[in-house]
């Protein structure tokens, strides 16, 4: 594996496969009364967020801490940050801090890859602008894998915001990887002109797409679009790619949703689908610290699981 | 003065006699001086920069009017013309003598200000663009470059206006309202890396509208860097109606794509390609070759852009955009256009002295290599390679896209006016 997680697909299938399996095996520690393992002892793993995101950031957190790692929250608000300090400034900060991993979140598209230059620990790209979300791709693998088993020859629908979700970027990229067939479902002014280079398939029509899908995955629609013309309303958005009842009725019966939240009930995924059993977006919680544990074990570890 | 051995457009090998600045000998041997020995060297008319930023006034830490000017004569440049996005703005007739003196004052090369077209670049009211013209700095190029005068009534009235005094409307063409928070270049690359993106259209769509624009006034209309096959397209149309049209084209559009913004030995999303207009493909770039070959783009020129190291070594969305050029521009254009078989030497001087002199009504450069003519003269061996090295440059800024990399050719000697500004590839 590379020294550094930044984009999904910058793994390979054995690569993937190695992180996958190694969360099974964390998922089984974390059952246990005491969760915690001494594996990471004396390491410091920093997050540090540019952008708010409590879940992502306690995820990491818990997923360090579960491992014993020493754990360094730093977040721009209320930082130098604010203040008007560089992102080449900060990462000399905390590399003289001695960070052995840095997991970081930031609103610029290619942050992690520039933080890369800067210091000499891993880097863990924890969400980067319309870019990529390595983890959440990870852990929406390992979620599928658990309901479904082996993904290879699974159909996989990613609907909505496209053109700004990293979620879906890192998506594509490890799906393919895993030999899933993947089809990305949006109004053709939230998908990226030169998608048809994409290792996927691409559709405006949700309704022919869902009996053929294994997997539905919703992505959240960011409320500043709904004001930029890529569609003319909520409602009329909602009509045509939000997963209401009738559509969920569409599905095959051992067919799963997913949204890597947070949701907007009514909008994109409606209320009951959201909380049927066939909805995995609790379990996609838990298992988003699994597999956290699973990267920082593998990056910072040193040895196989 | 006498320079020897060196060989006009790359022709036989001549001695040329310099007299109170004017060429008054060009023969196989002259007698008299050792002078200055030439090598064999290709002898240019001295290079002409229809777009140079000189930072100066208000961002001195980029680069100053003596860093650029030096700068230029580095580069083969006995003239350039220092673009109006200055601090406070080059739109009245104060701000442009300021700079021109400077110009005179420093004598690396000439400095001819362009003026703003509009107050404050803001495109709202034109600037006072008589007073310029009529100023010590005879302003005849005028331009809000960097930013796009997209107001097409005001374009219309500027376009006209300068035709009193022969001035002409250098248009940076980019539709705003298609560009907001643009990264890079719109197509394949943008959309892996989730950088929002800079579509061709916004560049084609405002070309298009100021050709039609000109011809309806009959005006001049000049193309600052043209980055897209499809501006190519437009333009040959255009000038095919005869209309009075010239465009430019940037050494890295010639050279640069832009897949270096995902892959390239620098890292990922490494803003020292992030230029406005962006890096676009390599079928752009074999369509601008091309066009550049056949006269549909007219000239090279630089868009030469300092920036200090703290405004690049950011993440790529919170850097500034542009290139510093004047330095590489030669030995660029030598990679891409001469050692391709697109142009040979003499095309070189019609494309980087003679013809962007007479876009910017220059007198004293682009003239032919004859006896009579002022001696504003490069020496350049195009027989050399060498990697680019930044620490080198004469430039304030080091953002060079072209860092570690070998490229052809070497500037042996500047003449201004018959004395030299480099010699021995060194500042004089």
Same mark, same amino acid.
């Given at each position: 594996m590379n020294r550094h997680l930044i984009s999904a697909g910058d793994l390979s299938r054995d690569d993937a496969l190695l992180i996958l399996d190694t969360a099974e095996e964390l998922a089984r520690v974390s059952?246990?009364?005491?969760?915690?393992?001494?594996?990471?002892?004396?390491?410091?793993?920093?997050? @540090?967020?540019?952008?708010?995101? %409590?879940?992502?950031?306690?995820?990491?957190? =818990?997923?360090?801490? !579960?491992?014993? #790692?020493?754990?360094?929250?730093?977040?721009?608000?209320?930082?130098?940050?604010?203040?008007?300090?560089? @992102?080449?400034?900060?990462?000399? %900060?905390?590399?003289?801090?001695?960070?052995? =991993?840095?997991?970081? !979140?930031?609103? #610029?598209?290619?942050a992690p890859h520039r933080l890369a230059n800067w210091v000499h620990g891993s880097v863990v790209n924890a969400g980067d602008g319309t870019h990529e979300h390595p983890t959440q791709a990870l852990l929406d693998a390992f979620s599928m894998r658990r309901r479904l088993g082996a993904l290879d020859g699974r159909t996989v629908t990613i609907v909505g915001d496209v053109l700004h979700s990293r979620v879906a970027r890192s998506n594509v990229l490890l799906l393919a990887t895993l030999g899933a067939d993947v089809t990305l479902v949006a109004p053709p002014t939230l998908l990226p002109v030169a998608v048809d280079t994409w290792p996927c398939a691409v559709s405006y029509d949700l309704d022919a797409v869902l009996p053929k899908s294994d997997v539905v995955m919703m992505l959240r629609v960011q409320k500043e679009r709904m004001n930029a013309a890529y569609f003319p309303s909520e409602r009329e958005y909602s009509r045509r790619y939000g997963l209401d009842r009738d559509r969920f009725a569409k599905m095959p019966d051992e067919a799963i949703v997913m949204h890597p939240g947070p949701m907007n009930r009514g909008m994109e995924i409606a209320a009951e689908v959201a909380d049927s059993p066939r909805s995995t977006i609790v379990e996609q919680v838990a298992n988003g610290v699994t597999i956290r544990m699973a990267v920082l074990y593998l990056l910072l570890g040193g040895e196989t699981a | 003065?006498?320079?020897?051995?060196?060989?006009?457009?790359?022709?036989?090998?001549?001695?040329?006699?310099?007299?109170?600045?004017?060429?008054?000998?060009?023969?196989?041997?002259?007698?008299?001086?050792?002078?200055?020995?030439?090598?064999?060297?290709?002898?240019?008319?001295?290079?002409?920069?229809?777009?140079?930023?000189?930072?100066?006034?208000?961002?001195?830490?980029?680069?100053?009017?003596?860093?650029?000017?030096?700068?230029?004569?580095?580069?083969?440049?006995?003239?350039?013309?220092?673009?109006?996005?200055?601090?406070?703005?080059?739109?009245?007739?104060?701000?442009?003598?300021?700079?021109?003196?400077?110009?005179?004052?420093?004598?690396?090369?000439?400095?001819?200000?362009?003026?703003?077209?509009?107050?404050?670049?803001?495109?709202?009211?034109?600037?006072?663009?008589?007073a310029m013209a009529d100023s010590a700095a005879r302003v005849r190029v005028f331009s809000d470059d960097g930013r796009c005068v997209d107001d097409a009534v005001l374009m219309r009235r500027a376009l006209e206006y300068v035709k009193a005094f022969d001035g002409v409307i250098a248009q940076h063409a980019q539709e705003p309202r298609l560009t907001g928070g643009a990264q890079m270049n719109e197509g394949v690359v943008s959309g892996r890396l989730g950088l929002t993106g800079w579509p061709a259209v916004a560049e084609e769509a405002i070309i298009a509208r100021d050709c039609l624009l000109a011809a309806h006034v009959g005006s001049r209309l000049h193309?600052?860097?043209?980055?897209?096959?499809?501006?190519?397209?437009?333009?040959?149309?255009?000038?095919?109606?005869?209309?009075?049209?010239?465009?430019?084209?940037?050494?890295?559009?010639?050279?640069?794509?832009?897949?270096?913004?995902?892959?390239?030995?620098?890292?990922?999303?490494?803003?020292?390609?992030?230029?406005?207009?962006?890096?676009?493909?390599?079928?752009?770039?074999?369509?601008?070759?091309?066009?550049?070959?056949?006269?549909?783009?007219?000239?090279?020129?630089?868009?030469?852009?300092?920036?200090?190291?703290?405004?690049?070594?950011?993440?790529?969305?919170?850097?500034?955009?542009?290139?510093?050029?004047?330095?590489?521009?030669?030995?660029?254009?030598?990679?891409?256009?001469?050692?391709?078989?697109?142009?040979?030497?003499?095309?070189?001087?019609?494309?980087?002295?003679?013809?962007?002199?007479?876009?910017?009504?220059?007198?004293?450069?682009?003239?032919?290599?004859?006896?009579?003519?002022?001696?504003?003269?490069?020496?350049?061996?195009?027989?050399v390679r060498t990697e680019v090295d930044p620490s080198a440059f004469a430039s304030k800024s080091r953002n060079t896209p072209y860092e570690g990399m070998t490229l052809p050719g070497r500037v042996v000697a500047t003449f201004l006016r018959g004395k030299p500004t480099v010699l021995e590839g060194k500042l004089v």
């Amino acid at each position: 594996m590379n020294r550094h997680l930044i984009s999904a697909g910058d793994l390979s299938r054995d690569d993937a496969l190695l992180i996958l399996d190694t969360a099974e095996e964390l998922a089984r520690v974390s059952e246990r009364s005491i969760k915690k393992l001494p594996t990471l002892r004396g390491r410091t793993v920093v997050n @540090l967020f540019f952008e708010d995101s %409590t879940r992502t950031r306690i995820s990491f957190e =818990a997923a360090a801490k !579960r491992l014993s #790692a020493d754990v360094i929250n730093f977040s721009a608000k209320g930082s130098s940050v604010s203040k008007g300090e560089s @992102l080449k400034d900060t990462a000399l %900060t905390l590399e003289a801090m001695g960070a052995d =991993a840095v997991v970081i !979140r930031h609103g #610029a598209s290619g942050a992690p890859h520039r933080l890369a230059n800067w210091v000499h620990g891993s880097v863990v790209n924890a969400g980067d602008g319309t870019h990529e979300h390595p983890t959440q791709a990870l852990l929406d693998a390992f979620s599928m894998r658990r309901r479904l088993g082996a993904l290879d020859g699974r159909t996989v629908t990613i609907v909505g915001d496209v053109l700004h979700s990293r979620v879906a970027r890192s998506n594509v990229l490890l799906l393919a990887t895993l030999g899933a067939d993947v089809t990305l479902v949006a109004p053709p002014t939230l998908l990226p002109v030169a998608v048809d280079t994409w290792p996927c398939a691409v559709s405006y029509d949700l309704d022919a797409v869902l009996p053929k899908s294994d997997v539905v995955m919703m992505l959240r629609v960011q409320k500043e679009r709904m004001n930029a013309a890529y569609f003319p309303s909520e409602r009329e958005y909602s009509r045509r790619y939000g997963l209401d009842r009738d559509r969920f009725a569409k599905m095959p019966d051992e067919a799963i949703v997913m949204h890597p939240g947070p949701m907007n009930r009514g909008m994109e995924i409606a209320a009951e689908v959201a909380d049927s059993p066939r909805s995995t977006i609790v379990e996609q919680v838990a298992n988003g610290v699994t597999i956290r544990m699973a990267v920082l074990y593998l990056l910072l570890g040193g040895e196989t699981a | 003065m006498i320079v020897r051995n060196v060989r006009i457009l790359g022709g036989e090998p001549v001695d040329i006699r310099i007299e109170d600045g004017v060429i008054a000998e060009i023969a196989p041997e002259i007698a008299g001086e050792p002078g200055i020995d030439g090598g064999g060297a290709i002898v240019l008319p001295g290079l002409v920069d229809l777009h140079t930023h000189l930072r100066e006034p208000g961002r001195e830490d980029a680069e100053t009017v003596q860093t650029g000017t030096q700068s230029a004569a580095r580069g083969g440049y006995t003239a350039v013309h220092a673009m109006a996005n200055t601090s406070p703005v080059a739109d009245t007739a104060g701000v442009v003598e300021q700079v021109w003196r400077l110009g005179r004052e420093f004598a690396h090369c000439d400095v001819q200000p362009v003026g703003a077209v509009t107050v404050g670049l803001e495109g709202r009211q034109l600037a006072e663009l008589g007073a310029m013209a009529d100023s010590a700095a005879r302003v005849r190029v005028f331009s809000d470059d960097g930013r796009c005068v997209d107001d097409a009534v005001l374009m219309r009235r500027a376009l006209e206006y300068v035709k009193a005094f022969d001035g002409v409307i250098a248009q940076h063409a980019q539709e705003p309202r298609l560009t907001g928070g643009a990264q890079m270049n719109e197509g394949v690359v943008s959309g892996r890396l989730g950088l929002t993106g800079w579509p061709a259209v916004a560049e084609e769509a405002i070309i298009a509208r100021d050709c039609l624009l000109a011809a309806h006034v009959g005006s001049r209309l000049h193309v600052c860097h043209v980055s897209t096959a499809g501006s190519v397209e437009i333009l040959r149309w255009a000038k095919s109606k005869g209309w009075n049209i010239t465009a430019e084209v940037t050494p890295h559009h010639l050279l640069l794509t832009d897949d270096l913004v995902e892959d390239s030995p620098v890292g990922a999303y490494n803003p020292i390609y992030k230029v406005n207009p962006p890096l676009r493909t390599r079928a752009d770039v074999e369509a601008l070759r091309a066009a550049l070959a056949d006269g549909t783009i007219d000239i090279v020129a630089t868009d030469h852009a300092p920036h200090p190291v703290e405004d690049k070594e950011t993440e790529w969305s919170a850097a500034a955009m542009g290139m510093v050029g004047l330095e590489t521009a030669l030995s660029v254009v030598q990679e891409a256009m001469v050692d391709t078989g697109l142009l040979d030497w003499a095309g070189v001087a019609d494309r980087m002295s003679i013809v962007p002199a007479r876009i910017g009504r220059l007198s004293g450069h682009g003239q032919p290599i004859e006896v009579g003519v002022p001696a504003n003269l490069t020496l350049y061996d195009p027989s050399v390679r060498t990697e680019v090295d930044p620490s080198a440059f004469a430039s304030k800024s080091r953002n060079t896209p072209y860092e570690g990399m070998t490229l052809p050719g070497r500037v042996v000697a500047t003449f201004l006016r018959g004395k030299p500004t480099v010699l021995e590839g060194k500042l004089v």
